[in-house]
């Protein structure tokens, strides 16, 4: 039976972000990607003026019901930006349709630059380590590690000895693998930390010097699809960097390109890396 993804995250109608990023990025991996949004925008949140929300919370059982009576299975799921409310039926609907084996990559989408995204309460980090509890993967960033473990946020200054305290104790959430997302030891070159509970390794590409939107989902969505290829946690890792840094190239010097990276034309890169044509 081929591999099919299942991601759950919202859907921005308008804006490269979230599903409309996973789903043809790990397609292009040659993997089946299935979807359950976890809402409807307008537009993403990041940049435009204003937005319409529609939250699909209630949906979520009446899907599952569906499911199971179709004797629909997932051998991995992806989850990205979910409300509170809907993990409890996101760690139902994981139980229920997962195929032996089956992978959980959890990217727990809630903050960055030492803040919570808008929307999100404080006690939403709570939650959110219930869902990395049993993953086999945890991407977090700088931010959402320091509130996952109840942390205050470094985002600068910090060394080797402080990453490596970081990610064990993520790992103390119930993960089986972190990849520790922004990580950066000198100027020029940013990077990620993968621990597995046992070591630490790090990959860094060249820091470019630029700040776009989306780059997070392109980053975690080319992950996935490197994963379920059969590469390894750093192997994943390192390549999805690298198509980010690629996607980015990609977009430099577009100014009507603001809100997001031109990932798709980046797809053939990537391709390329995994090492297939079909």
């Known amino acids: 039976m081929d591999e099919r993804v299942l991601t759950i995250q919202d859907i921005s109608c308008v804006g490269q972000c979230s599903i409309t990023v996973a789903l043809p990025v790990i397609s292009a991996c040659g993997i089946e990607t299935a979807i359950l949004p976890s809402s409807v925008l307008s537009n993403h949140t990041a940049g435009f003026s204003a937005w319409t929300f529609r939250d699909l919370t209630d949906d979520m059982p009446l899907i599952l019901d569906r499911w199971l009576k179709e004797s629909v299975t997932f051998s991995a799921f992806y989850t990205g930006y979910v409300s509170k409310a809907q993990i409890p039926h996101i760690r139902q609907i994981m139980e229920k349709t997962a195929r032996p084996g089956a992978l959980r990559i ?35 960033n700088l931010t959402e590690a320091a509130f996952l473990l109840g942390k205050p946020y470094v985002g600068s200054g910090y060394d080797r000895a402080y990453i490596e305290n970081l990610v064990a104790e993520l790992h103390g959430l119930g ?59 750093l192997e994943s890792a390192s390549i999805a960097a690298d198509f980010v840094v690629e996607s980015i190239k990609k977009t430099q010097g577009d100014t009507d390109h603001w809100y997001g990276v031109k990932f798709e034309k980046a797809i053939p890169y990537l391709v390329n890396r995994l090492g297939f044509t079909s």
Do not use: Q, W
């Open 106 to 140: 959890i990217d727990p989408v809630m903050a960055d630059n030492g803040k919570l995204y808008p929307g999100f309460d404080d006690d939403f980090p709570s939650h959110m380590r219930t869902l990395c509890d049993g993953a086999d993967v945890i991407l977090p």
């Open 175 to 233: 993960a089986k693998n972190v990849v520790l997302t922004g990580v950066s030891f000198e100027e020029g070159k940013l990077g990620v930390a993968c621990f597995d509970g046992k070591k630490t390794d790090y990959y860094f590409t060249p820091r470019l010097p630029v700040s776009m939107h989306g780059t997070g989902d392109a980053y975690a969505s080319s992950f996935v699809g490197a994963l379920l290829r059969g590469k390894s946690v």
